[in-house]
Each structure stands twice: as C-alpha cells, then as structure tokens.
C-alpha cells in the first residue's frame, strides 16, 4: 500500500513535536499578543487555534492581549485626537472610559469568541476582576492621566480558570487603591502576571522577528540572550523604540521566577506552534 508523502511529513511533524508535547504537559505559558501583531480576524483566528491546540495537548496557556490600534481608532471615532508621550497614551479620565470599551467591551469578547470557535473553552477577564492588577499611578515628568504600572498581581483568579479547564484571556487595566482604573503597557503586566503564576515560558508576540544586534538588519537575529547580556543591552542602548519595554517585560518576568521568556515575530503563520515544537523555534530567547 502506498502511503502519500504528504503523510508522510505530517507523522515526522508530530514525532518531532512529542518530546515537547511530554516536556510541556501543565506546563503554564503567558502569551502577550497585541499592537502591530494582532492583524485581522482571519490572523487572530489562526493564533487562538494555536493556543487551543497547545490547551489539548496539555499546555495550560494565558492569553493577555493590547488593543492600541482599537483605542486610537475609537478615540478618532468620538473625535479626540490620541496623544502620546515616550510611547505611552495620555489618558484622561474620558480616555481611559474608552480605553475600557475597547479592550474589555470589544477586543477581549473578539478573542474569546475566535477561541471558543477553534472549539477551545475560553473565560474573559480584565485586571480589575478578581483583585487580579492592582495598579498605581505611573509617576513621570509629564501627568500622563490614568496611565498606571502594575504594583501587585494576585493570580487566584487565573488559577481557577486554568483549573477549571479555561483559557483565561486578559485585557491590560488595573484597579488602584483608590478605586480609580487605570490603563497598562500590556508588556509589562504580561510579564508581571507570567512572574506571578510562575509560569514555564514568557511568550511576546511581536511585528519584528526578535532581538537584532543590528536594528537597521533584520538578518541579524540573536537567537538567545542571558539575563545580564539582555540587561547590558538595555544599560548600553543598544535597542531602542518599542523593544526596550519588552525586553523590560521578560527581564521582569525572568526576576519573578519564569526561567524562559522569548520574543517571537508573530507576523510568521503559527509562529507559537513553531516556538513550542519545533528543535530551531524562531525569535530571541532571554534565560
């Protein structure tokens, strides 16, 4: 009888990805995705079956995702203009009422729906629920508004969604002590929550393909970085933009006990799968 060779491929494509199925198995990822990353339905529908093919073959994954793009448009929508300043969005009090319809009210609904349509179980949470972000007000040269960093993470609610067999997907606010809500880099609180739940692997999904030692050249890929070349990196300038948050990101998640963090281009199709099971992965690795 002969055999197709497509078949062939697909049954050296699962034996390649068993030992990583075995090693993973319960294993906690965070998943950031969002910003230039995220693009269409038909893309974001991809990624979620990603996720939930990882949820069946044992991975316990966290989604928690941005939306700058939806935020801006909806600003433009009700006409304010979106500010920025050092990449960050100030945030008046009308602004981060915005901020909230279009993370929670529509992106953070979209993906559950798309997992839920890979036929993948999905729960939907914002920072404020559970207790699970409480925030403070960043403090900086310009009043940024209700922009806020992450002061505590209090995972319990993650913990019982992902025990209950869930894919927890999380949109960046937080509540303050004060009872205000305020609105997070979703880099950093990624990186918080993936410290918190100790989890397995710090996952940024990004629109380069990872750390390049020269920006200008996109061949020029490290493929992995230590703690403290990551951290030299930083303290030497030699990455700019919207790369110094996200290597920020994993050094903290890497510092609250998560041993991996990777930043991956997402633009590549199924480029979490690639990461997870395959020998090469794709992207910078910080250990």
């Not at 997992?115 to 629920?129: C, M, P, T």
């Not at 989890?199 to 061949?219: N, R």
């Not at 990461?275 to 992965?281: M, N, Q, R, S």
Request: glycine share 12%; aromatic share 4%.
């Amino acid at each position: 009888m002969s055999i197709p060779d497509s078949s062939k491929i697909q049954a050296e494509v699962l034996i390649q990805a068993l030992p990583y199925i075995q090693r993973w198995s319960g294993a906690i990822f965070v998943v950031k995705y969002g910003g230039a990353a995220m693009g269409g339905d038909g893309y974001a529908a991809q990624v979620m079956q990603d996720l939930v093919l990882m949820h069946c073959v044992g991975i316990r994954p966290v989604l928690v995702h941005g939306g700058g793009p939806e935020i801006s448009e909806l600003m433009k929508r009700v006409g304010k203009t979106p500010q920025f300043v050092d990449g960050l969005r100030v945030t008046d009090a009308e602004t981060m009422e915005l901020v909230e319809m279009a993370l929670t009210g529509k992106t953070n609904p979209r993906l559950v729906a798309l997992i839920q349509q890979q036929g993948g179980r999905a729960v939907g949470l914002s920072g404020k629920d559970g207790n699970l972000i409480r925030a403070r007000k960043l403090q900086a040269e310009v009043d940024l508004g209700f922009v806020g960093e992450v002061e505590q993470i209090n995972p319990e609610v993650v913990r019982n969604a992902l025990a209950g067999g869930y894919i927890p997907v999380i949109s960046p606010v937080g509540l303050g002590a004060d009872g205000a809500t305020y609105n997070l880099n979703a880099d950093f609180a990624a990186g918080a929550l993936a410290g918190a739940l100790k989890a397995e692997k710090f996952i940024l999904m990004t629109d380069v393909p990872g750390v390049l030692s020269d920006p200008d050249d996109p061949q020029s890929l490290i493929s992995e970085l230590s703690r403290e070349q990551a951290q030299r990196m930083l303290d030497n300038g030699r990455v700019s933009g919207g790369m110094i948050p996200k290597l920020q990101a994993c050094l903290s998640a890497l510092e609250q006990g998560c041993p991996r963090a990777h930043i991956i281009d997402g633009r590549i199709p199924h480029a979490l799968l690639i990461e997870v099971f395959t020998d090469a992965g794709i992207g910078t690795m910080i250990r």
